[in-house]
């Protein structure tokens, strides 16, 4: 446990912070739910849609270090194949 009246603070404030962060990251994880539940339901409309919605939250988010920059290409690189999949398909 903190002792100084530092530790403390900066306690408090890494937990705030850890609550924020778990929010955000929770948001990106909906959006991309949103797309997939689409994709699996073979609706190509509604997932270029939720796709669009999707795209500019997982950006924010690896600007923001919420989640790595890495991970938000490849997240948007697969579900943007599976779109394409689809639309070749229809």
Same mark, same amino acid.
């Given at each position: ?8 603070? $900066?306690?408090?404030? /890494?937990?705030? $912070?850890?609550?924020?962060? /778990? ?7 909906? !959006? @991309?739910?949103?797309? @997939?539940?689409? @994709?699996?339901?073979?609706?190509? =409309?509604?997932?270029?849609?939720? !796709?669009?919605? /999707?795209?500019?939250?997982?950006? $924010? ?5 919420? @989640? ?19 639309? =070749?398909?229809?």
């Amino acid at each position: 446990m903190a002792n100084s009246p530092q530790a403390k603070k $900066r306690a408090k404030q /890494a937990e705030k $912070r850890r609550n924020h962060n /778990a929010s955000l990251r929770s948001m990106v994880r909906t !959006y @991309i739910k949103n797309v @997939i539940k689409a @994709i699996d339901a073979k609706d190509l =409309e509604q997932a270029k849609t939720a !796709y669009t919605a /999707a795209v500019p939250v997982i950006d $924010r988010m690896a600007d923001k270090g919420i @989640i790595d920059k890495n991970k938000a290409a490849r997240h948007k690189s697969r579900l943007n194949a599976h779109i394409k999949a689809m639309a =070749e398909a229809a």
